[in-house]
């Protein structure tokens, strides 16, 4: 099993900047099971979209086309944390963000088993 915990939401005037955070953790040799980690939100009333993928080998990373230029996926694997570094965000990245990890290496921002319990951005 792998657990995830976002942290680092909170409200966040429009232009301004933000960086949330996911831990990772679990099972003795999970880490070696995750090809890829990202990042997802659901705004009220619309359903769950995907913002940003990292792939675990190599960093290989993909955005929505609405967030990119404005937001950065990182990951530090000795850390076992993913981060999404918010710039310049608007009234329309009001969401509840969750991670996820992936053992599936391919299908970009499908096949995403593992998930966190989420962090409420508000852009205002």
């Known amino acids: 099993q792998v657990q995830l915990v976002e942290s680092g939401g909170g409200s966040v005037q429009p232009g301004g900047s933000l960086r949330l955070s996911c831990q990772f953790s679990?099972?003795?040799?999970?880490?070696?099971?995750?090809?890829?980690r990202a990042w997802f939100r659901q705004a009220p009333g619309k359903e769950r979209e995907a913002v940003a993928v990292i792939y675990t080998g190599g960093g290989y990373t993909n955005y929505a086309d609405s967030v990119k230029g404005r937001f950065t996926i990182s990951q530090d694997n000795a850390k076992n944390t993913l981060y999404l570094q918010m710039n310049s965000p608007e009234p329309e990245d009001t969401a509840i963000y969750y991670c996820a990890a992936s053992t599936v290496f391919s299908g970009t921002f499908s096949s995403f088993h593992y998930w966190g319990q989420g962090t409420q951005v508000t852009v205002s």
């Open positions: 679990g099972d003795s040799g999970y880490a070696a099971t995750i090809y890829r």
